[in-house]
């Protein structure tokens, strides 16, 4: 599967963005598609995962309620809307999937990455 993030760019902090993914080619499987995040100098970061049908979802601890991920299946796209933004919040924005689904959140368990997405957020 193929994927392709979009939405980023530069905000104020409290204003919201929403990246979307595209994914292309085998797309239906029963796993799960990810966002991730990867800020300078630092680790690639866990940010929410959703199961196929979009019922299960889950998230970094530290992002809930203002984070909230979706997906459109008809479009083969994962949303990740991102609500009251924060500085620290600035990074390159990950998607992903995995073909089998699973609760944990190791990124080297997915697969297929996109190129990423920048969100800068100033404060």
């Known amino acids: 599967v193929q994927l392709q993030a979009s939405g980023g760019g530069m905000v104020q902090s409290g204003d919201s963005l929403r990246l979307s993914c595209a994914a292309s080619?085998?797309?239906?499987?029963?796993?799960?598609m990810g966002w991730f995040r990867q800020a300078p100098g630092k680790e690639r970061e866990f940010v929410a995962h959703i199961s196929w049908s979009g019922g299960s979802t889950y998230y970094a601890d530290s992002l809930k309620g203002r984070f909230t991920i979706s997906r459109d299946n008809t479009k083969n796209t994962v949303y990740l809307q991102m609500n009251n933004l924060k500085p620290e919040d600035t990074a390159v924005y990950y998607c992903?999937?995995?073909?089998?689904?699973?609760?944990?959140?190791?990124?080297?368990?997915?697969?297929?990455w996109g190129q990423g997405t920048q969100v800068t957020v100033s404060s």
């Open positions: 080619g085998r797309t239906r499987s029963n796993g799960n």
């Open positions: 992903a999937a995995r073909t089998y689904y699973s609760d944990d959140y190791y990124p080297t368990t997915f697969a297929s």
